[in-house]
């Protein structure tokens, strides 16, 4: 059964950094590309980044370009979210999702979120 | 950044009723276009993908149709557990953007 498992979150003060852990069981980690996609209290979905399969190519939103970092651990099937600069407008559920179609992209597998509140 | 935009943004409708959901594209997007369902407090779960294949393990009363710029999520026979919201994504191009959603209640 895929799995994955979103950790990280909290209450942080503006300005400050959080990193987020997506751990991924079930299947062939490495061989995904991985997204992360995050939704404001009461709001709709809204895509934050993505990385390919070997960790080499990554996209970001604009809203996030230069303060957040994705990246990955093929070893420890785990993908990583680097949150700096963090201002309120960034306080979201996080859901970590698995790209599983061939043409195009489609998350077959989301994790549970993980809520990260930044407030002072 | 491709616009998405679906209509209408919540609907009231009774078990057994045909529910049909539009997403309207600000650009062409060929069938590069993808439905989820998300419950409360829940993750969105994947019922369409490229416009008309339905997700493995997807009751085949959800159906998806279109190309280019509108597409169409149906759902023939309204079922007590499709209560939930909505969300069409297109993955044409970065960065990826999903439609504000729709919400569907209980008439």
């Known amino acids: 059964e895929v799995q994955l498992v979103e950790s990280g979150g909290g209450l942080v003060q503006p300005g400050g950094s959080l990193r987020l852990s997506c751990a991924a069981s079930?299947?062939?980690?490495?061989?995904?590309?991985m997204h992360w996609v995050r939704q404001a209290p009461g709001k709709g979905l809204v895509w934050v980044s993505r990385i390919n399969s070997d960790g080499r190519t990554t996209t970001y939103a604009d809203s996030v370009k230069g303060r957040f970092t994705i990246s990955r651990d093929n070893a420890k099937n785990t993908l990583y979210l680097q949150l700096n600069s963090l201002s309120a407008d960034d306080t979201a559920v996080y859901y970590c999702a698995r790209d599983g179609c061939t043409n195009g992209v489609c998350y077959t597998s989301w994790g549970q979120g993980t809520l990260v509140t930044v407030s002072s | 950044d491709i616009q998405m935009t679906q209509s209408p943004s919540s609907l009231s409708a009774s078990v057994g009723d045909r529910v049909t959901i539009t997403c309207r594209a600000s650009?062409?997007?060929?069938?590069?276009l993808n439905w989820y369902q998300q419950k409360p407090g829940k993750a969105p779960k994947l019922l369409i993908y490229a416009a008309s294949s339905l997700q493995s393990g997807v009751p085949s009363r959800f159906s998806g149709s279109g190309s280019g710029t509108d597409f169409t999520l149906t759902i023939s026979s309204l079922q007590p557990e499709d209560f939930a919201t909505y969300f069409c994504?297109?993955?044409?191009?970065?960065?990826?953007?999903f439609g504000q959603g729709t919400k569907v209640e209980i008439k």
């Open positions: 994504q297109q993955s044409y191009s970065t960065p990826l953007t």
């Open positions: 650009q062409g997007i060929s069938d590069y």
């Open positions: 079930g299947f062939t980690f490495s061989s995904y590309w």
